[in-house]
């Protein structure tokens, strides 16, 4: 596989593009194509800019030195940290320029929204004080890639909130934020070794693992809750999310976590797209 789309980690992109489909569901007639075309943009490129940025971060501060998960480029040596770094400032200028242009047809508000997402993209695991470090990872995963991604894509496409697309930004935020923490429990151990207190090291191994399948939980509460009928069409993925859960809560540790970060990325995309026909029927 090409480096690049290595260091990408695709796994991940269903967290960028399930809230888009949604939202763009949920705007029914008001839907644009082209508007939903810059968001998904932004999405992506933000979520690749973050992918890389991490890789720059925990590789010259050596935080990925032992790393169980996928490769790392610039602790695996396959690219330079200047090379890498370069990624994520080109991946986070081509989300800016698409991010802008959507400003441009539906609301300059957004170029601060999208500003702070870049920032909190940085901040993850950059600079001297990386909120990553400190156990609010998930904080900022449900805030940029649930509550922001859904309701600014329904925004940018209907020019207002209702509470409705603030209900379904819910289950998206929740679901990525299940990405991120099946993520950090896999790394545990190494985390724990290296003093980066994410919230899977604050929590404890026992509690990571309950805390993970909350996640789960409150995605399809979250879903009925929106009291649409059709929602229940989301109870289809249940099987999946029941064998995730039953093989975390297990106790599958380190190497064995790796696949169900893809299945964990799978079911969001899969809750998302039977969301988002629930929606569009409504």
Known sequence: MNKWI??????????????????????????????????????????????????????????????????????????????????????????????????????????????????????????????????????????????????????????????????????MGSLACAILAVNNLRDRGQDELVGKRTLAVRLGDTKARKGFVVLLVVAHLSAVATLIPWSLLTLAVLPLTISISRAVLSGASGASLIPLLGKTGKLQMFFGLLFAIALAIH
């Open 6 to 171: 290595l260091g990408a980690r695709p796994r991940t992109l269903p967290a960028a593009i399930a809230p888009v489909v949604v939202a763009t569901a949920l705007a029914g007639s008001d839907w644009n194509w082209f508007r939903a075309a810059l968001a998904l943009k932004v999405g992506i490129w933000l979520q690749i800019g973050v992918n890389y940025a991490n890789d720059y971060s925990d590789g010259i501060k050596g935080t990925d030195t032992n790393r169980i998960g996928p490769t790392r480029l610039v602790a695996s040596g396959l690219a330079t940290a200047k090379q890498v770094k370069r990624a994520a400032l080109i991946s986070f200028a081509i989300a800016s320029i698409a991010g802008i242009w959507l400003s441009l047809l539906s609301s300059p508000w957004l170029l601060l929204v999208g500003a702070a997402a870049i920032a909190a993209a940085w901040g993850y695991t950059g600079g001297k004080n990386p909120y990553g470090y400190s156990g609010l990872g998930e904080v900022s995963v449900f805030i940029f890639f649930g509550l922001t991604a859904t309701v600014g894509t329904y925004y940018s496409q209907t020019n207002h909130v209702s509470a409705l697309s603030v209900l379904c930004a819910v289950p």
